[in-house]
């Protein structure tokens, strides 16, 4: 019995060759821009900077490939507290994620020009996000600016719907949570901008 087990181990290689060497024919890696709306929850202090992203991916199969991003948020949003004269600019320094994908292409029930496809994706991973903080503290003397800088690493996970076109340009929207954790939360909405390579 196990040897047809080894047997069929040593076969199925060759089953699955033709597919993908097909496939890799295609136009499988891809580079994206992104301009994201960023949700931060920090110590129950909700704001939402802005941000912008690159992301740099490859399908080894059309279902399933890697996908690495790096991304800002440039634009701080600030958290004034009542009934005080002091404030907090909340941005977010970095963004980092290795991210495992999954993708199911589906032809449009309606025909769409220029369209080759559209897909439905999901993503799951590790994200390192370090989120800046400027606090603005005034009295009587003056003001003050204090920065804290503070760096988390956990599991990312997101999903998002696509169309590529027949230009091997695509286009995405996708929401991904990159930090869940007890004081810090980080997710996005993100649109976002595909060429095939």
């Known amino acids: 019995m196990r040897y047809w087990m080894l047997f069929g181990l040593l076969f199925s290689p060759a089953l699955w060759a033709d597919p993908v060497a097909h496939y890799q024919d295609q136009r499988s890696a891809y580079v994206a821009g992104n301009l994201m709306h960023l949700n931060l929850d920090y110590d129950s202090r909700e704001v939402t900077p802005t941000g912008v992203g ?14 690495l991003r790096a991304a800002t948020g440039p634009s701080p949003d600030t958290y004034r507290s009542e009934n005080s004269r002091n404030k907090v600019d909340y941005s977010v320094d ?53 920065t804290a800088r503070n760096d988390d690493t956990s599991l990312a996970f997101g999903a998002g719907v696509g169309l590529r076109t027949e230009f091997n340009l695509g286009l995405t929207l996708e929401y991904m949570q990159y930090i869940d954790e007890e004081y810090l939360t980080v997710t996005g909405i993100e649109g976002g901008l595909e060429w095939y390579f």
Not at 56 to 67: A, F, H, Q, S
Not at 96 to 113: H, N, W, Y
């Open 94 to 146: 970095h963004v980092g994620a290795l991210l495992a994908t999954g993708r199911f292409p589906f032809k449009s029930p309606v025909k769409l020009p220029y369209v080759e496809n559209l897909f439905v994706q999901g993503f799951a991973g590790i994200a390192d996000v370090k989120v800046k903080t400027v606090t603005r503290k005034c009295n009587a003397l003056g003001c003050r600016d204090d």
């Open 54 to 67: 690159l992301r740099l991916g490859g399908m080894i199969n059309p279902y399933w490939g890697v996908e």
